[in-house]
């Protein structure tokens, strides 16, 4: 177990629809990162949290957004889902992950299965 | 943009044997390589990290180079066991952001018994 929590399990839903996953990072760590992966594209970095603030962005699409909350945690909202946004989304977290050559180990919560039909 | 490639989508070895998995990087130079496992349905785990200034790292039975000359790291895992199936990422961190990750498609390891 990392200590990384992550809702729902599962998530079945119809095109055009937006859903929200939600993450809880391992107690102490300021960092949360999202991660899509897919069986053609492997594991894509979406977006990175610090404290609160966005850090940085990868291949996130326009429709989706993420925030992190004061306590931490965080969520990713998908919208206008099409069926190729069917996915495990991964959220993981550091302490920091700040600093570009210093490492931060990245602990990866259990997914979030998400079925577009 | 930096591209990373394993370039096995499966291996598949006798138990007892040495794995040897390969991670190739182009068009960049990365402070530092990681190695991470995943089971089906489940999240990644960490498992080593090798920066740049380093040639080899060791834990337990597990083995990485890296040759940035060559632009490649090497993952083996010695006197392999069933347990030790599992899909296998090298990951490097991006050069554009703080910490972030760019992650192979991995490598699917089975050993048979």
């Known amino acids: 177990d990392s200590g990384v929590t992550q809702t729902p399990k599962h998530l079945i839903t119809a095109t055009g629809q937006r859903v929200t996953l939600r993450c809880s990072p391992r107690s102490g760590d300021l960092s949360v990162y999202w991660y899509q992966q897919s069986l053609d594209q492997g594991l894509q970095f979406l977006i990175q949290y610090y404290n609160g603030e966005e850090r940085a962005k990868g291949n996130i699409l326009e429709r989706f957004s993420a925030q992190q909350f004061p306590d931490l945690h965080s969520e990713l909202n998908l919208s206008s889902l099409e069926l190729g946004d069917s996915a495990l989304y991964f959220c993981?977290?550091?302490?920091?992950?700040?600093?570009?050559?210093?490492?931060?180990?990245?602990?990866f919560g259990p997914g979030t299965r998400l079925t577009v039909l | 943009s930096q591209k990373i490639e394993q370039n096995s989508e499966a291996l598949n070895i006798q138990e007892g044997k040495t794995a040897t998995l390969t991670c190739n990087y182009t068009?960049?130079?990365?402070?530092?390589l990681q190695w991470y496992r995943q089971d089906p349905g489940r999240g990644p785990v960490f498992l080593l990290l090798i920066r740049e200034n380093e040639k080899e790292k060791r834990k337990e039975r597990l083995k990485v180079t890296f040759d940035t000359t060559l632009k490649q790291s090497l993952f083996h895992i010695t006197a392999s066991q069933p347990a030790d199936s599992a899909t296998y990422l090298c990951a490097l961190e991006s050069g554009g952001s703080q910490g972030n990750l760019i992650f192979g498609k991995g490598t699917k390891l089975s050993v048979k018994p």
């Open positions: 993981a977290s550091s302490v920091e992950g700040l600093t570009r050559g210093a490492f931060d180990t990245q602990y």
């Open positions: 068009n960049y130079s990365p402070a530092y």
